[in-house]
């Protein structure tokens, strides 16, 4: 087993739930996770940098925002048919069909927080009081404490003990040759090696659209796997999304605002303010 693969298991027990018993089975035959080829590997944690991506995703229908597409025909049949009509500020219009993605690595903790902005349902079909949902989650992790939060208000979703071995990162090889041979069959082609904002990455491209994904972290255990990412799709610690652009302007569009190497984050820039109400920043 790959410590790719290895690495990985910790990721679909926290996101999967994956019962102790179906990890056994897992690593039954693989002489653990400590090793590749008879040889020990040594863990890089210590000396990676920590790592902060931020992106902005947009879900597209034929090219267009479709949460402000909809939002748009509908107050013109409510203004047309006269009913009661609030719209929305244009604040709020603006971030209509949208979300946020950000990922804070570090080697002590690890935190993944994604959010969407969606129109509200009025609950009164006799007006048109338009409003703005917010929702997303914020999990966070580190050696003594895993929690999960929900958006907005910031109630606990679920809590548990720490999990010093999702802490270990390892090096992955630079071209990711188990990645390239997964997408052998699968329609997926591996695309030009580009960059995004300074930051290297490799692209995917299948009948869903062209992805690129983060390829200069390769020491420090990012892969650029194939895969696109969907709006209800779970963020890995193990890799990151630079860029994505769906097929035909249809799909989710991922576009990084910000990427950053070495940031000094604390402990509470990562873990969000549990007062209801309010949100980390």
Known sequence: MSMGHCRHIHSYRRHAGLSVSILA???LGVGGCAAEDGEAMAAVSDDMPSVYADAKVETLAD???????????????????????????ADDSALLGTGRLQWWITPERIALRREYWNLASSGDINQCHFSLEHSGVHEYI??????????????VA???????????????EAVDANAEAAAN???IERGARSEVQGQACLQWKSAQGVVCKWSGGAEWGFDASPGFFQV??????YEIILSQEPAAGNGARVTLTRFMLGEPWTKDALLPSEVEGREGS
Request: glycine letters at 14%.
């Open 158 to 172: 679920s809590e548990g003990p720490g999990d010093p071995d999702a802490l270990l990162r390892y090096a992955v």
């Open 142 to 155: 580190d050696a003594e404490r895993s929690v999960a939060y929900e958006l907005p208000g910031m109630a």
């Open 232 to 237: 209800t799709d779970p963020l890995s610690e």
């Open 185 to 187: 069959g699968t329609g």
């Open 63 to 89: 090219g267009g925002n479709a949460g402000q597409a909809e939002y748009q025909a509908m107050l013109q049949a409510c203004q047309q048919a006269g009913v009661s009509t609030v719209p929305l500020s």
């Open 25 to 27: 089975v897992a690593l």
